[in-house]
């Protein structure tokens, strides 16, 4: 009977614990909630930030704004990855080219966009020397950029039906809220915007402003063929298959190029030189009007960091009446536009993102010819308003010269 009793007790103690355990698990899991709920409400789209966190693979636990940062990029970063998958199904529907170039470019922007907060995370982990809260913003604004210029693209040639169902407002607001909390997080960086910048090192800086640069190429083009190669696309190729990522030098003959080149994402620390502005010239007339996107009709499309440029022109010839027509669009971080030319009339200038640095330039166009997301800086350059067709801008622009 005693030992009936004796087991009979423990029994209503070990029930007694399992509530008590369920009841503080319970309170715990509430406190979480709450707790994530609050960091939540601090940022542009609360609930979007809620929903996500509920619904992600991660658990998190916050003491910290910085770790509220960490914990807003992963959910960015795991709905791009839900985004791209979206798009890539979109081929399906590629029905004609215009849904077919738009495709091409928000597949490629979702990518990179995947590829900008994965360099923020690893960047604010436990990597030596870590990123910095400047560093973060530029990469994060990227991610951003890459998602409104798909949008941008499909009303470029009327498919943002097509679009829509893959390209939500979700992404966007994700990393909106990443953006805000680094924000809060920023601060001041010197520049050095009275010279060249300081991501150009000391020796880079000599080697860009001495007349040998040309003799350290490592590949050279030249249109008659007495060269590595014809092309400058041939070139870059060939410099995207190389095994080491140090300053790799293209040296671009005289010579008039009518070609499309692109430096893609992997494609780093590039240098294309010149033989002066007047002489090497890159050239097509790719257009909005002619069925691109404004992002995709540039001549010029450079996503490599650390890209140089110095002495060529780049041109699109598409003309006033053809809209929206890009000479060179840039989203390389860190890069450089040393003794260029830019010439083409709408839309001439696609800083689309990152942080790049122009000096000593000339930038010729009419309407919005200089536009773009990017942290961009013009030093001792000039900047030419070429006359538009008659009536396609509020302005009269008869009085500057050719």
Known sequence: MKRNTTMATMARLFAAFIFFSAMLSFAASNSAEDDIAWWCNQTPHPSTCIYFTSHSSHNFSL????????MSVKLALERALVAQGQVSQLIQNCKNQHRRTVWSD??????????????????????????????????????????????????????????????????????????????????????????FPVWLSRENRRLLQSTSTTAKASLVVAKNGLADFRTIQAALDAASRRSSKTRFIIHVKSGVYTENIEVRANSNNI?????????????????????????????????????????????????????????????????????????????????????????????????????GNAAVVFQNSIIFVRRPFTGSGKYDYSTRPE
């Not at 003491?63 to 960490?70: E, P, V």
């Open 106 to 195: 928000c597949l490629k922007l979702h990518s990179n966009t995947i590829l900008q907060l994965n360099r923020t995370l690893i960047g604010l982990g436990n990597t030596r020397p870590p990123c910095t809260d400047f560093d973060a913003q530029t990469w994060l604004s990227t991610a951003l950029t890459n998602i409104q210029t798909c949008r941008a693209g499909s009303l470029d040639l009327n498919v943002s039906d097509f679009t829509m169902p893959a390209v939500s407002k979700n992404l966007s607001e994700l990393i909106s809220n990443a953006l805000a909390i680094n924000g809060v997080l920023l601060a001041a960086e010197d520049n050095n915007t009275q010279g």
């Open 271 to 371: 240098w294309l030189v010149g033989d002066g502005l007047r002489n090497t010239i890159i050239t097509s007339s790719r257009s909005v009007g002619a069925g691109y996107t404004t992002y995709s009709s540039a001549t010029a499309g450079i996503d490599g960091l650390n890209f140089v440029a110095r002495g060529i022109t780049f041109r699109n010839t598409a003309g006033p009446q053809k809209g929206q027509a890009v000479a060179l669009r840039s989203s390389s971080d860190l890069s450089v536009f040393y003794r260029c030319s830019f010439q083409g009339y709408q839309d001439t200038l696609f800083v689309h993102s990152q942080r790049q640095f122009f000096r000593e330039c000339y930038i010729y166009g009419t309407i919005d010819f200089i536009f």
């Open 63 to 70: 003491t910290h704004r910085s770790q509220f940062r960490i």
